[in-house]
Nanobody
Framework: QLQLVESGGGWVQPGGSLRLSCTAS????????VGWFRQVPGEGREGVSC????????LYAESVKGRFTIVRDSPKNTVHLQMNDLKPEDTGVYYC????????????????WGQGIQVTVSP
């Protein structure tokens, strides 16, 4: 059974960087769609970035384009989300998710989820 564990969250000042990691066990991520979502209290989960097929094509939310990068680390069965130039509006609980392709990077496409990790961007 696929299990996902997020790491790398925390607090950072605006303009700073964090790298989130999603490490899988029970199955290889190489041929799965993998997505990062975030959620703030009172709102639904927003797709941030995804690998949308096994070829490695990606999608990014408009709000993070040019600042965030999703990267596969196959030897470690991990997908990273490199987040640069962070803004207070990036604050939230970040979740990774995985499933079989394809995907449009929407929550309904994914059935396997990590437990989530907090990212806080503030002065």
């Amino acid at each position: 059974q696929l299990q996902l564990v997020e790491s790398g969250g925390g607090w950072v000042q605006p303009g700073g960087s964090l790298r989130l990691s999603c490490t899988a066990s029970g199955s290889s991520l190489d041929y799965l769609i993998v997505g990062w979502f975030r959620q703030v209290p009172g709102e639904g989960r927003e797709g941030v970035s995804c690998f949308i097929n096994s070829a490695g094509n990606t999608l990014y939310a408009e709000s993070v384009k040019g600042r965030f990068t999703i990267v596969r680390d196959s030897p470690k069965n991990t997908v990273h989300l490199q987040m640069n130039d962070l803004k207070p509006e990036d604050t939230g609980v970040y979740y990774c998710a995985a499933d079989v392709p394809p995907s449009n990077c929407v929550q309904a496409d994914f059935t396997n989820w990590g437990q989530g990790i907090q990212v806080t961007v503030s002065p």
